[in-house]
Each structure stands twice: as C-alpha cells, then as structure tokens.
C-alpha cells in the first residue's frame, strides 16, 4: 500500500470516529434537574426567603441564591417557573407555617372537653399571634418579607388574606361561637378585627420604641400588654353580645 493510500485510509477511519461521536452525542438524552429532589427544591427556598427578607424582590439576585442554595440557575426554572413565582412561593411558605401553628392552637382549645372561658380563649389567641412573630425563625422573616412587600407589591391580590388571615379569623370565630353560641358572624368578626388591631399596634410600638431608645414605655412589658388586651378586649366582647342580646329583644 503506498503512502498516499495509507494517508487516505487513515482519514477516513478519523471521520468515520468523528460521525460516531457525533451522531451519540445527539443521541443522548438532555440531562435535567431531577423534579422528585425535595431537598434541592427547599434549599432554593430557604435561601430565597432569607435574601428576599433582606433585600426585598428586585435587589435579590436569582444567581446570587442558586450559588448559595448549592444548585443551577435553572434549578430556580425548572422548579418555580420564574424569580416571580419563586417569591411567592418563599412568601406562602412562611404565611403556611404561621397559619398552621394558629389554627392548630385555636383548635386545641376546642377539643377540651371541659370547655374554655372566654379569657382562655383571648390569652391563647394573643400568645399564638404575638410568640411566632417574636422568635428569630418564621415569624420574623415573616415581619422582614412585609415590609419588604409594603413598599414592593408583588403578591397576587389576596394571597396574605386568604392564606393567612381568612383561616385564623374562622378559626378564632368557631372558638369564639363556642364561648357565645349566640354571637352573630359580623359582630363576632369585628370583636376579632379589634384583637389583632391592638396586637398589631403593640408589636409596632415595641419596635419603635426599642429602635428610639425607650426604656420606660408600657408597651414594652408584652406581657402586661397582653394581660390588658385579655381584660379589655374580654369586656368588649361581653359588651357587644350582651347589646346583641338587647337588640333582639326590642
């Protein structure tokens, strides 16, 4: 064989090697993200609610939390669909959490067999509103994503309401017909309204007083301001059934 057939054969078995190669590469399935890995999936989360806390919607970077989730940015497409959903889904996350150990209280009290006064009632729906938001977990992060929210507005319109809000208020509702089988849904939701007005308003001035400098404001001992809210609140209530009462009678 002469050198120049040699060259020749030489080359054809090079693109022939080549085609193989090429023709497997195109072969072979696209690698994907595997969608059953729950521990990648609440890693993206984890994270995201931390920089979104922090940061808030458009400063928080989606590389910047797949980098530190350990994953792909991809992982964030692959399994919320875009920074948008994955924002909501970090929001519904912590509003689950803080829903769930609520109603979970409100419905313990309802399976007492003994029943519960209205006091009881008052003082553990105070507890379970004000504790979580006081530990360095959800609750928190819950106020931080807030007030990130407030000034950002990216939620769908009622998700915090229905999520959140909508299933404490009937669950404190139930509870509170217990108490008062009497009480009509409308006087009974704004006896609630008024509780979560005065825990909202407390938890505010303790902040803005601890952030002023103040040592010696009332509003600073939660406890004490629980015991008021119990007390006032308990003979709001009792005011507004018993007026209930008077009205029907007319």
């Known amino acids: 064989m002469t050198l120049d057939a040699l060259k020749q054969t030489f080359n054809m078995f090079v693109l022939n090697m080549c085609l193989k190669v090429g023709v497997s590469k195109l072969a072979r399935k696209p690698e994907i993200i595997d969608q059953s890995n729950d521990d990648t999936r609440c890693r993206i989360l984890e994270i995201a609610r931390q920089h979104f806390a922090e940061k808030g919607f458009r400063a928080s970077s989606v590389r910047a939390i797949t980098e530190e989730a ?18 909501v889904e970090a929001f519904r996350s912590v509003i689950g959490n803080l829903t769930e150990v609520r109603v979970a209280a409100l419905e313990g009290l309802l399976k007492r067999e003994h029943g519960f006064t209205l006091e009881e009632l008052l003082r553990t729906f105070c507890r379970v509103f004000i ?6 977990g959800g609750g928190r992060m819950f106020m931080r994503l807030m007030q990130r929210e407030l000034d950002e507005k990216r939620l769908p319109p009622g998700l915090c309401i229905d999520e959140g809000m909508r299933p404490v208020r009937d669950a404190a509702h139930e509870a509170l017909k217990r108490v ?4 009509s849904t409308d006087v009974s939701y704004f006896c609630i309204q008024s509780v979560v007005g005065q825990l909202v308003y407390a938890l505010q001035m303790k902040t ?5 400098g103040y040592t010696d404001w009332p509003a600073l001992d939660l406890e004490r301001t629980i015991d008021h809210v119990v007390h006032f609140s308990a003979a709001g209530i009792r005011g507004c059934v018993e007026n209930t009462k008077g009205s029907a009678n007319d």
């Open 70 to 87: 350990d994953c792909n940015v991809a992982s964030v497409n692959y399994y919320f669909g875009s920074k948008q959903n994955l924002y």
């Open 131 to 136: 504790d979580p938001l006081l530990e360095n």
């Open 180 to 183: 008062f089988p009497q009480i």
């Open 208 to 212: 803005f007083l601890s952030e002023t």
